[in-house]
């Protein structure tokens, strides 16, 4: 089945160490993204990729990285420069230019201790 | 980055009730997306719009593109438990690079 995975689902770390989230996906698209989703919130970006071996970072991209090595990768390390990196991270991707439509993942929920 | 101005922020409706939730933006946006939430789940695609004025409908919803591309609009007809959820609105403007912007969500609550 096409779609895009991320693991693990729930994810515990103690604070002070990186951490770092999986995306994938088997749909063939170009551009993949990483959110962060806060409890009664929207959605805020904090890095995208359109193509590969290259990614920018969105709005809130301070205290992580990404790499995009593979068209169907894009994994997020969550530092320990990250202040609040407790939240709800989802990934998403699209077709790439001319598609603007996002399909999301699951999402992993981390918890720092 | 921008948010839009997502409302309500929650409804509390009965069973069969029609519900009506709309997103207003202060950009021009060449498409607006509807995604359902449920807790601890990715959102998921309900519609996709791409041209000013398009009314688009996918089962018991609706959704149309605001004339002047600054708003948007979606509509559940005759309810169910299961619309439980959060609504989230997004647009995308047209500087390109597929980024989208997303409203804070509406929850939604059927009571049976």
């Known amino acids: 089945d096409g779609g895009i995975t991320q693991s693990p689902k729930y994810l515990f770390r103690k604070e002070g160490q990186n951490v770092t989230l999986s995306c994938e996906q088997n749909l063939n698209h170009d551009a993949m993204y990483w959110y962060r989703q806060d409890p009664g919130q929207g959605l805020r970006l904090i890095y995208y990729?359109?193509?590969?071996?290259?990614?920018q970072k969105g709005d809130i991209a301070e205290g992580y990285s990404v790499s995009r090595e593979k068209k169907e990768s894009f994994p997020l390390t969550v530092t320990s420069a990250q202040k609040n990196p407790t939240a709800f991270y989802l990934c998403a991707s699209t077709a790439g230019p001319g598609s603007n439509t996002q399909y999301f993942g699951p999402g992993t929920r981390l918890t720092v201790l | 980055g921008q948010q839009l101005n997502q409302s309500p922020q929650s409804m509390f409706i009965q069973e069969g009730e029609d519900v009506s939730m709309n997103c207003t933006s202060s950009s021009i946006f060449n498409t607006w997306l509807w995604y359902k939430q449920d807790p601890g789940e990715g959102p998921v695609l309900l519609i996709a719009?791409?041209?000013?004025?398009e009314l688009t409908s996918n089962g018991r919803l609706t959704a149309q593109f605001g004339i002047t591309r600054k708003d948007s609009f979606l509509n559940i007809s005759a309810s169910i438990p299961s619309d439980v959820g959060i609504y989230f609105c997004a647009g995308q403007g047209p500087a390109g690079a597929n980024n989208l912007f997303f409203g804070t969500g509406t929850r939604l609550t059927v009571i049976p």
């Open positions: 990729s359109q193509i590969v071996n290259d990614f």
């Open positions: 719009l791409y041209k000013a004025g």
